[in-house]
């Protein structure tokens, strides 16, 4: 960080800070999702992330080892967390358990824009096999959420 203010000229857009991919294209299943590292301490060993979802889009099913806490910035949409859906809205906390199936979407007409702060260190996404999709659809509301 380049001095202790980093100002947000506009919405989900912080100054000198990469706009970044989500992921690569083809290594997981989503849409519209771009992401920004705004803080990274190596004593701290944690980073904050800042996650924009496009109207429509959505993130990857996924879950980790490692926990998340995602506190929401900018509109609202849904998120998967286990075997449930919520709706969430600015300023929303989602805290996301050990080994916890989540996934987000933004609704069709809004951007749904949210911090993450997880270990700097951390544990690669595992996606879902043909297994844990098919428990997964067992929930009628979860069926009809999951994009994978």
């Known amino acids: 960080m380049t001095g202790p203010v980093r100002p947000q000229r506009v919405d989900g857009r912080w ?9 690569s294209e083809g290594s997981a299943p989503f849409r519209d999702v771009t ?12 980073e904050l992330r800042y996650f924009e979802i496009a109207p429509g889009g959505w993130s990857t099913l996924e879950r980790h080892e490692h926990v998340h806490a995602v506190m929401v910035q900018r509109g609202r949409g849904r998120v998967l967390v286990g075997d449930r859906v919520f709706r969430v809205d600015e300023h929303d906390l989602v805290y996301i358990a050990s080994l916890t199936w989540h996934q987000f979407r933004a609704d069709a007409d809004s951007p749904l824009g949210f911090l993450c702060m997880v270990n ?11 297994e844990a999709l098919r428990t997964l659809r067992e929930y009628p509301e979860v069926d009809s959420f999951i994009r994978a």
């Open 15 to 23: 100054e000198d800070i990469d706009l970044m991919a989500y992921k």
């Open 35 to 46: 992401r920004q590292i705004l803080f990274m301490d190596p004593a701290l060993a944690c």
């Open 120 to 130: 700097t260190t951390r544990d690669r996404p595992q996606l879902p096999d043909v």
